[in-house]
């Protein structure tokens, strides 16, 4: 029978957090046993909980006592983890696409709008039941939310420093900002040198200076997020290749949106953009087929395209130097230490199911989520007496992450999975960033091959009597160009936008 593969994990030393679909179930961390869980709740409540859909977004606080979710429903819902109790119901402007706590309990939301927008824990009657309307959103708050800063493309991730002070924050076009926080208008630096969507940040425990990110690019990038400085590129491609088995078609287009959803700068191209996708031959498939080749009803011919996305980097608190991360689609989790070089080992821990998200505990433990029914021919189901872990748990010793016997919690994560039906699986669109984040799916995928031919091309030009700035290629300078054009403006903004603050 199908079942929910489990998509986020939290793990406290009391109680645990798991999201299956648009379900939650809080488990007691040192027997196993199931607390709560919204599949058991009654009539309209539960029917309240599957008409959301999938769960997309979630964060614990700090002290794991609050939980934020959000879905496609634009709902931001946050729940009191003892007891699974619904404090509140508030509505957001645009589809979220990460959630974050800051220390004092405020709820920070990005959005696909390019906006962070902030919420109190607890509403208060009055933000509850006005509408800011801020000449400097992008649009109507319906739940009275304050904003702190906003990109004119899609945010994919952010974090806050463990300070407090600033606000580090990702979109899909290239750009990595860092700002003050709150006062996001006020922007510290830009971490500037990604060619492709910046989908993964991170800033180690051990190195608060330094920031990683990943995304489309074949390496992680390393900064000094303060300055702004680049410091090292790391290849992790080639090591990581070979594990990628969920790609998508080769025509799909991506980013598929409605047009009130689309970001500042890009409004009002929702029409045309949908008569382009329907001469193209995907319009509505893409909100169907987003897992490409890895789900039912792929069209015969087509080729699958490989696309590059890195979901989440972290580091090991207690262990310095060890970096993790993974990759949209991939069956392995990954890992190398920053002391080994200029050209660290880049390690793999295989899994032979997509990894979906995973979890780095301070102890070493590495708590993994597996798509474990997923089969190339797209077939969601376990057959009967078929025993396949959604849930798999290594642990680091000196140098290696090792398997070790199950734990109560383990063996019940692997056990309490929730029945679905195809439809309720097809919503999932858990490989959504593979069509969502590249622009032309097919011209990111060969974007690494199209570069390497353009530089050979310059290369025979220059030795036929041209000569090129610095060897790089016109596609290079061009590159070059358009992002310093862009760091100076955004610049001169941000101090316009200051002065005009102050």
Not at 173 to 196: A, M
Not at 281 to 286: A, F, P, Q
């Amino acid at each position: 029978m199908p079942r929910y593969p489990h998509s986020h994990l939290f793990w406290r030393s009391e109680h645990s957090v798991i999201i299956s679909g648009p379900h939650i179930q809080i488990l007691d961390t040192n027997t196993g046993d199931v607390l709560h869980s919204t599949a058991n709740f009654d009539g309209d409540y539960c029917v309240g909980i599957m008409e959301s859909g999938p769960i997309r977004c979630v964060a614990l606080n700090r002290c794991g006592k609050y939980l934020a979710t959000s879905g496609d429903d634009k709902k931001l819902m946050v729940w009191e983890v003892s007891g699974l109790k619904l404090l509140s119901s508030r509505e957001i402007p645009k589809k979220p696409t990460c959630i974050n706590f800051a220390n004092n309990n405020d709820i920070l939301v990005a959005d696909k709008f390019g906006d962070i927008v902030r919420y109190p824990l607890h509403p208060s009657s009055e933000s509850s039941s006005q509408h800011t309307d801020d000449a400097l959103a992008s649009r109507e708050n319906p739940s009275g939310g304050q904003l702190i800063l906003g990109h004119t493309s899609l945010l994919t991730t952010f974090l806050l420093t463990a300070d407090e002070q600033y606000i580090v924050t990702a979109d899909r076009d290239e750009h990595i900002r860092v700002s003050w926080y709150p006062q996001g208008y006020t922007i510290e630096s830009y971490c500037l040198g990604h060619e492709k969507y910046v989908s993964a940040v991170h800033i180690p425990s051990w190195s608060p200076g330094i920031l990683i990110s990943g995304g489309g690019d074949s390496v992680l990038r390393l900064w000094d997020w303060f300055s702004g400085k680049p410091l090292r590129t790391i290849d992790i491609f080639s090591a990581v290749q070979p594990f990628i088995v969920v790609n998508v078609p080769k025509n799909k287009r991506g980013w598929k949106d409605e047009d009130e959803d689309e970001p500042k700068g890009k409004r009002g191209r929702g029409k045309n953009k949908a008569k382009f996708e329907e001469t193209q031959g995907v319009g509505d498939r893409d909100a169907e087929d987003s897992q490409g080749s890895a789900i039912p009803g792929e069209q015969p011919g087509e080729v699958p395209t490989e696309v590059f996305v890195v979901h989440k980097v972290t580091s090991i608190p207690s262990m310095a130097h060890i970096i993790v991360f993974n990759v949209v689609g991939a069956t392995a989790i990954f890992w190398f230490s920053m002391n080994d070089g200029s050209e660290p080992c880049i390690r793999h821990q295989p899994f032979y199911k997509p990894v979906i998200d995973f979890t780095l505990e301070e102890d070493g433990s590495l708590w993994v989520l597996l798509d474990a029914d997923w089969s190339p021919q797209g077939i969601r189901t376990m057959e009967e007496g078929e025993a396949l872990n959604c849930v798999e748990v290594r642990r680091w010793t000196s140098d290696n992450f090792t398997a070790t016997d199950p734990s109560p919690l383990t063996l019940s994560l692997n056990s309490c999975t929730l029945p679905a039906t195809e439809a309720d699986l097809k919503s999932l669109d858990l490989y959504s960033d593979l069509s969502l984040l590249p622009k032309n799916v097919e011209v990111e995928a060969e974007s690494r091959t199209q570069d390497l031919s353009e530089i050979a091309l310059d290369d025979a030009a220059t030795v036929d009597g041209g000569s090129n700035e610095k060897g790089m290629s016109k596609r290079e300078l061009g590159r070059l160009k358009h992002k310093k054009a862009l760091q100076h403006s955004s610049i001169a903004g941000s101090k316009m936008f200051a002065l005009n603050a102050g």
